[in-house]
C-alpha cells in the first residue's frame, strides 16, 4: 500500500493535539520530532502500517498524585507529582524528576518523549521516562526538602524499581534530593536496591563525574561537531545560559578546551565577565551556597550583573550554550545571536531553542548540536552508574569519562550518519532525531502489538 506519508504525519500530530489539549510543551516536541522523521517513513512504509508514530507519542502510563506535606511552621501544603512511563522497547524506563513551580503534565510529558530518543541515542539499554512535581524547592529549608522528598516517594516507589523504571535529578533535583529519595525508597522497600535511582552520592552507589556528565558531555559533542567543520573551542567566546548543574561543568570543560567563557545566568539576572568567568566562585555561590547569580558580581571584580531573564542572549558570542530550560531561545534571541554572529549552539537544556529559532539557525548555516544529542552524557553516564551499582563495583574517573567522551563521539556520528543518509546532511537535529528513532522503532516492532 502507497502512503502519503505528509498526510499520515499530519495525522498523528493534529490527533496529539485534540487528545492533549493545551500541552504546548509536547505538541511543540512532537511536530519537531515527527515531521523529522519523514524520510524515514518514506523509506519504512511497515512503520506506518504497524503504527509505530502513534504507539510511540502515547505514554505506555501517566502516573499523577498527591504529594502533602508539612512547612516548618507547621502548614499543610500539597503538590502535584507526576510520573509518566513513556517508552520502555529498550529497557527500563530513564529520565529525570524536575520539581519547579512551572511543571505540569506536558511539560513532563515533553520531557518524557524527549527521553526516548535521548536515551536510544546512547547505545546504551534504557527506555524513556520523566517525572517531577510543582513544588518549589527555592527558599526551603533542608528539613522541608527532606519531608517533601520522602512524601513524593512514599507515592512513586510502588511504581519504580531497577528494573522498571529509575528516576535521577533535573532542574530543581541534585544529590541532596536524590539522598532524601534513596533513603525514603529503602526504608519502604526494605531492600538496598542501589539502581533504583542515579544521581546518587558517592558514598552509597553514585558514579564518579555523573554530577559533571552532562555539562562535560556537552562540550565533547560541541567539540567533536565542530573539529568536523574545522572550528574548534580553542579561542572561542562562549554564553551559557543557566549557573546549575549543567551549565557550570560545560562552562568548566569549556574553559578547559580553551574557551572563554564571558557569561552566564540564573532565572533573575545574568553575569558578564570579560576575563573568563570563575567557575570556582559560580559553585561556591550556586551549589554550595544555594544564592543568586547576583553575587558574582559583589565579589568578582570587574563582572557586572544585569537584571532579566532573556538578555544574556544580547552579549555577543560565538558558541551559544542554552543550559536553563525550554524555550529560552526564540525567535528574537535567534535573530540576535546570528546578527552577532554567532558560529553554534548547543543545547545543553532540553528543547531550549523554540522550532523557529532552530529552523531559523539552521537556514543561516549556524552548526546546531540538538539537545537529545548534546545532553545525553547525563543519562548515559546515568546508565553507567546503574551498571557499576549492579557489578557492586566503581570505576574511577577517568574510566566514567572515558566511557562518556566515547558515548558522545558516537552519537555524534550516529547523527552525522543519519543526517547523510537520509538526505540531511549537516542538520544534526534531524540526525539525531532519526537515529535515536530507528532503534526503538525496530524493537517496537520485533515485540509485537503491545
Ligand atoms: P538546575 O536546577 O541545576 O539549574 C537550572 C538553572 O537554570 C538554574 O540556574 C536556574 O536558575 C536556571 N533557570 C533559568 N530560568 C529558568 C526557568 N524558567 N526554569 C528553570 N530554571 C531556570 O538544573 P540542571 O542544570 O540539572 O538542568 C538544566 C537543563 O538541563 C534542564 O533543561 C534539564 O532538563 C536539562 N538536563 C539536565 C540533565 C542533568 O543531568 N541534570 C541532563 C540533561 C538535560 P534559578 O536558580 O534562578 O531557577
Ligand atoms: O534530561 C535528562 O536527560 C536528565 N535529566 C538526566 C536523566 C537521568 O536519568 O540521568
Redesign the pocket.
Known amino acids: 500500500m502507497e502512503y502519503n506519508v505528509a498526510e499520515v504525519v499530519n495525522k498523528v500530530i493534529e490527533d496529539v493535539k485534540v487528545r492533549n489539549k493545551g500541552e504546548s510543551e509536547f505538541h511543540q516536541t512532537i511536530e519537531e520530532v515527527l515531521h523529522s522523521l519523514e524520510p524515514v517513513l518514506e523509506k519504512h512504509p511497515e512503520y506506518i502500517k504497524e503504527s509505530i508514530l502513534e504507539r510511540i507519542v502515547e505514554p505506555e502510563r501517566q502516573i499523577m498524585f498527591r504529594v502533602p506535606w508539612v512547612d516548618d511552621n507547621g502548614n499543610v501544603k500539597v503538590n502535584r507529582g507526576f510520573r509518566v512511563q513513556f517508552n520502555s522497547a529498550i529497557g527500563p524506563y530513564k529520565g529525570?524528576l524536575?520539581?519547579?513551580p512551572?511543571v505540569n503534565l506536558g511539560i513532563i510529558k515533553f520531557?518524557g518523549f524527549e527521553q526516548i530518543f535521548?536515551n536510544s541515542l546512547t547505545g546504551l539499554p534504557i527506555g524513556g521516562g520523566k517525572g517531577g512535581s510543582d513544588f518549589d524547592p527555592?527558599g526551603k529549608s533542608d528539613r522541608e526538602i527532606m519531608r517533601f522528598c520522602q512524601s513524593f516517594m512514599t507515592e512513586l516507589y510502588r511504581h519504580i524499581g531497577q528494573h522498571t523504571d529509575v528516576p535521577?535529578?533535573?532542574?530543581?533535583?541534585?544529590a541532596r534530593e536524590i539522598g532524601y529519595l534513596f533513603g525514603q525508597y529503602k526504608k519502604i522497600r526494605n531492600s538496598y536496591d542501589a539502581a533504583v535511582l542515579t544521581?546518587k552520592g558517592l558514598t552509597y552507589g553514585g558514579s564518579l563525574a555523573?554530577k559533571e556528565?552532562?555539562?562535560f558531555g556537552v562540550i565533547y559533542f560541541v567539540n567533536e561537531m565542530l573539529n568536523y567543520h574545522k572550528h574548534s573551542l580553542e579561542g572561542k567566546r562562549v554564553v551559557i545560559?543557566?549557573?546549575?548543574?549543567?551549565?557550570?561543568y560545560a562552562a568548566q570543560k569549556a574553559q578547559e578546551f580553551g574557551a572563554n567563557v564571558v557569561a552566564?545566568?540564573?532565572?533573575?539576572g545574568y553575569v558578564i565577565d570579560e576575563n573568563g568567568i570563575d567557575i570556582e566562585l559560580i559553585k561556591q555561590i550556586?551549589e554550595v551556597e544555594r544564592k543568586?547569580?547576583r553575587e558574582y558580581a559583589n565579589r568578582k571584580d570587574g563582572s557586572q550583573y544585569f537584571e532579566g531573564?532573556k538578555g544574556i542572549w544580547s552579549v555577543k558570542c560565538d558558541i551559544a550554550l542554552p543550559?536553563?530550560?525550554?524555550n529560552?531561545i526564540s525567535i528574537e534571541e535567534a535573530k540576535l545571536l546570528v546578527e552577532n554572529n554567532v558560529l553554534a549552539i548547543g543545547e545543553?537544556?532540553?528543547?531550549?531553542c523554540t522550532n523557529e529559532a532552530v529552523e531559523y539557525f539552521l537556514e543561516k548555516g549556524v552548526l546546531v548540536a540538538p539537545?537529545k544529542a548534546a545532553?545525553?552524557?547525563?543519562?548515559a553516564?546515568?546508565a553507567l552508574e546503574m551498571s557499576q551499582n549492579s557489578m557492586r563495583l566503581s570505576w574511577t574517573f577517568e574510566e566514567v569519562d572515558e566511557k562518556l567522551k566515547g558515548i558522545m563521539i558516537n552519537i555524534f556520528e550516529a547523527s552525522k550518519n543519519a543526517a547523510e543518509e537520509y538526505g540531511h546532511k549537516g542538520n544534526y537535529v534531524v540526525g539525531a532525531n532519526i537515529a535515536g528513532f530507528l532503534k526503538v522503532a525496530e524493537t517496537m516492532m520485533s515485540q509485537g502489538i503491545i
Not at 545560559?241 to 557550570?248: E, K, M, T, Y
Open positions: 529525570g524536575r520539581f519547579h512551572s520531557l535521548k527555592k535521577a535529578g533535573d532542574i530543581g533535583v541534585g544521581g555523573r556528565a552532562t555539562g545560559s543557566g549557573s546549575g548543574n549543567v551549565a557550570i552566564m545566568c540564573d532565572s533573575a550556586k543568586r547569580i531573564q543550559c536553563a530550560t525550554q529560552d545543553g537544556a532540553n528543547m531550549p539537545a545532553n545525553a552524557g547525563g543519562v553516564t546515568s
